[in-house]
């Protein structure tokens, strides 16, 4: 059974950069695409962007300037990077295991890790 | 972009059915996957390809998709349904979108 655990710091000032990192353990890590997905306090989910295994990326516009995800495949892990943070960005940051299903284009998130709550204030 | 709506929030009594609507333009032509999530858990995926249940996921809970809505329906709801739930579509010009919630209390 595939389980994600995050992990990264909860604190940031303005202006800092968020750095979270989701390992993957129980499942195969390769040819699948991991996204990064967050929630502020009370409200909806936003998705952030994905990597796959190979490192390609594809990121929400809206974020896209700041946003930078990686991976790491010899620890099963992908890792997330917000620059300039302000307290807009104060959210739950989930890590998500993205099936795809090719031809008819069907994708959705099946696994998440647990969250992690990211604070940025002065 | 595309967006979808929710009612921000649905009651039903217990064992009743409730209904919670996702809209958005001609969604009938996507596939609409659903979220269930209690407070401080992570979203948990209760249905996916508009119907399809994942193992593990109760009968009580099915879905459905036509025109400019896709409907998320628990019969006989029980307590521990109560939870947010979030609809989720993905196409090739918006990515991923999720819908805005739906709260559900079982009274």
């Known amino acids: 059974q595939v389980k994600l655990q995050q992990w990264g710091a909860g604190l940031l000032k303005p202006s800092e950069t968020l750095s979270l990192t989701c390992a993957v353990y129980g499942g195969s890590f390769s040819g699948l695409y991991w996204s990064w997905i967050r929630q502020p306090p009370g409200k909806g989910l936003e998705w952030i962007g994905e990597?796959?295994?190979?490192?390609?990326?594809n990121y929400n516009p809206s974020l896209k300037s700041r946003v930078t995800m990686s991976v790491d495949t010899s620890k099963n892990q992908l890792s997330l990077r917000l620059t300039s943070v302000t307290a807009a960005d104060t959210a739950v940051y989930y890590c998500?295991?993205?099936?795809?299903?090719?031809?008819?284009?069907?994708?959705?998130?099946?696994?998440w890790g647990q969250g992690a709550l990211v604070t940025v204030s002065s | 972009s595309y967006e979808l709506t929710q009612s921000l929030s649905v009651s039903v009594a217990l064992g009743q059915t409730a209904r919670i609507t996702c809209g958005g333009r001609?969604?009938?032509?996507?596939?609409v996957h659903w979220y269930q999530q209690k407070p401080g858990q992570a979203p948990l995926l209760v249905i996916y390809?508009?119907?399809v249940r994942p193992s593990g996921i109760p009968e009580r809970f099915s879905g459905s998709n036509s025109g400019n809505t896709a409907t998320l329906t628990i019969t006989g709801a029980q307590a521990g349904d109560e939870a947010d739930y979030f609809c989720?579509?993905?196409?090739?010009?918006?990515?991923?979108?999720f819908g805005t919630g739906t709260k559900v209390t079982v009274l």
């Open positions: 989720q579509i993905w196409d090739s010009n918006t990515a991923f979108v």
């Open positions: 998500a295991r993205v099936i795809t299903i090719y031809g008819i284009i069907i994708r959705y998130f099946d696994v």
């Open positions: 390809r508009d119907y």
């Open positions: 001609n969604i009938g032509t996507k596939n």
């Open positions: 990597v796959d295994d190979g490192g390609r990326t």
